[in-house]
């Protein structure tokens, strides 16, 4: 693609729906957080989006994720054992003056977090429950329940979720992870995207491995 780069590039500012709410969040370049999001203490890779109302706590997202609406990353733990597992134990605050945030229960929390890698597919309605780490090129079902960490490249579905299969082969898929597209730089994403569109997976990593290497580049170079 020769046009100017100033026609081919957007605006790279992550969008930010006036109702979702944020905190403590770093988002990437044109990351988009949807209608009535609630995000707190989470990262966003470059070009992730979250659709509508969906929540995540105490995570690290990927490039390039696409999480849809109504799901829930490292859904809320409560101790079950306690006493009470309801939040009056960790958080009085919210009941009685002069009673803070049990600092020792976040802590906890906050050493479960949830690792997403780059292009990542989680389905309508999944949750993820904490401590999970998901790879690259993984996808997560509709509905889905995942209690358990997700090979690269793999479908996983159902309460709770297990593997259904690969998107790839195992040697296709060790081609994309090397070829990293996720970093590319926008304007090189840009010109592959027909080729994206139109080639087979193998003839894509024909061509695009082929040029990289043509040019003197390692696969993951931007």
Known sequence: MDRPENLILKDAEPRIHPTAELKGCKLGRYASIGERVILREVSVGDFSYFERHCEAIYTTIGKFCSVAANSRIN??????ERLTQHKVSYR????????????EFRARRQAK???VGHDV??????VIMPGVAIGNGAVIGANAVVTHDVAPYTMVAGVPARPLRARFSAAVAARIEALAWWDWAPEKLASAIPDMQAMPIEAFLDRWEETLIDTGRTPSST
């Open 113 to 115: 977090s949830v690792s």
């Open 121 to 126: 597919w989680i389905g309508h309605g999944a």
């Open 75 to 80: 859904a809320l733990e409560h101790p079950i």
């Open 92 to 103: 009085p605050n919210e009941y009685f003056r002069w009673l803070g945030v049990d600092t």
